[in-house]
């Protein structure tokens, strides 16, 4: 499991570009055969990525997490950007197709990932937080989500969110999730941009072309920087910092977020003369 350590303000205000990828971008997530994970100090978010193929994949715990299984004190969830899927969490089995999520609520021992067809694997994204209560294991499928509509042709940025876990779709101890897919002919999200101080944010991009790309804007509002994001690559957002994009084309992201509460629209906007 890989350990990544974010900065703090005044840090970020110095680091050149090695030193900013080093720090916040989250590559090679995804390879066949394999899972790979993550675990940040902020929140204590562990973020993974998992291609089945021949064999099953086991989500684990370890000395990272001081924990005889992975979800001993842990909720995670789990969204199928691949092939049709299955999960097994301890005796009841799932199957996502394209698009599909899955909450894992805390005290699962047994969370076992496995694609339908290993020619065509399924690829979950997967994304865990801390949890004080649990909650139900519950398969989110795209149709069931909450789905809101937003932006212009004119601002280019025409852009459909789907809510997987939140209050009111699928119940969880701090863990929001989703995923946004911008139309055709639209590259931006999201503007003006926002803060939220109360709780973090990890952004994985996805369904672009090979040479295609996001800029991925981030930093205090008076002192932003940029990362170059390709497919299937992650950014992590700490709470002081903006997070928005503009791409080379459309693009969809699933975004998760931990911390102080559940509100989706908890923003602090940021007025445009005041980014920098």
Known sequence: MEVKYLADPVRFARMNTVELRETFLIRKLFEEGKLNLMYSDTERAVIAGAVPTKQKLALKGGKELASDYFAQRRETGVINIGATGKIKVDDKEFVLENLDALYIGRG????RFASADPEKPAEYYIQSYPAHREFPTKLIPQAQANRVDLGTVEAANVRTIFQYIRPGVAESCQLVMGVTILASGSVWNTMPAHTHAR???????????????????????????????KNKEAVLSPSWSIHAGAGTSNYSFIWGMGGENQEFDDMDFIKMEKLK
């Open 199 to 229: 709780r973090t944010e990890i952004y994985f991009y996805f369904d672009m072309d090979k040479e295609a790309r996001v800029f991925h804007f981030m930093g205090a509002p008076e002192e932003t920087r940029h990362l170059l994001v």
């Open 108 to 111: 699962a021992k047994d969370i």
